[in-house]
């Protein structure tokens, strides 16, 4: 069981930016690789980004690629991502995910879930 916690959403203008944390209970948190995923008002929920297990590999969706980067603190339990110049369509729930399998830096299987934090891009 691993138990997950989004924080940093809030309301931004377009083309600031904004770090969002995931935190964990710290249980093999480095047996877990880490997705983010977002859901914006009427659309289905879309992984963004994703880091392997030990930082080496990370990939983002074309949507954010350049302006969002994924990092991740072993030792402390936690995974970021910063988000930068940011448009009114980042505007959703983001959710970070863990997975259990191999590729570790993937979509599909995610075995753990945080409850999300809102992120709202607006004048």
């Known amino acids: 069981q691993l138990q997950l916690v989004e924080s940093g959403g809030g309301l931004v203008q377009p083309g600031g930016s904004l770090t969002l944390s995931c935190a964990a209970d710290?249980?093999?948190?480095?047996?877990?690789?880490i997705s983010w995923f977002r859901r914006a008002p009427g659309k289905e929920r879309e992984g963004i980004s994703c880091?392997?297990?030990?930082?080496?590999?990370?990939n983002y969706q074309d949507s954010v690629k350049g302006r969002f980067t994924i990092s991740r603190d072993n030792a402390n339990n936690t995974v970021y991502l910063q988000m930068n110049s940011l448009k009114p369509e980042d505007t959703a729930v983001y959710y970070c995910?863990?997975?259990?399998?191999?590729?570790?830096?993937?979509?599909?299987?995610?075995?753990?879930w945080g409850k999300g934090t809102l992120v709202t891009v607006s004048a």
């Open positions: 995910a863990a997975s259990t399998s191999r590729p570790w830096c993937q979509y599909d299987n995610q075995n753990f």
């Open positions: 880091i392997s297990r030990n930082g080496k590999f990370a």
């Open positions: 710290g249980s093999t948190f480095n047996s877990y690789g």
